[in-house]
Nanobody, 128 residues
């Protein structure tokens, strides 16, 4: 059974940067496309970014495109999310999840990720 452990969150000022990590075990990591999703207080899950199993295809939501970079290390079984130019609206708990991958990328519907295994998440707070 897949286990996911997210880390790297924290409190950062607007315009700052953070790098999130997601350690994956219990499955052959290199076989699985991955996504980052987030949940702000009182809001539903929001898909943020996805990467295919080989790491050569990535997708981003419009809200983070140009600011966030997803990557993976299939030797270390770890997924990353580099977040630059953070904004207060990026404040949320961030989760990683295994995902499907279609011709145009991963599913982005929040209902899909409600059914996916997730770790405990890592809190990102962007505030001055």
């Amino acid at each position: 059974q897949v286990q996911l452990v997210e880390s790297g969150g924290g409190l950062v000022q607007p315009g700052g940067s953070l790098k999130l990590s997601c350690a994956v075990s219990g499955v052959t990591f290199s076989n699985f496309p991955m996504s980052w999703v987030r949940q702000a207080p009182g809001k539903e899950l929001e898909w943020v970014s996805g990467i295919n199993s080989g790491g050569d295809r990535t997708k981003y939501s419009d809200s983070v495109k140009g600011r966030f970079t997803i990557s993976r290390n299939n030797v270390r079984d770890t997924l990353y999310l580099q977040m630059n130019n953070l904004k207060p609206e990026d404040t949320a708990v961030y989760f990683c999840a295994t995902t499907s991958w279609f011709e145009d990328g991963p599913p982005t519907d929040p209902s899909y990720f409600q059914t996916r295994p997730r770790g405990q998440g890592t809190q990102v707070t962007v505030s001055s």
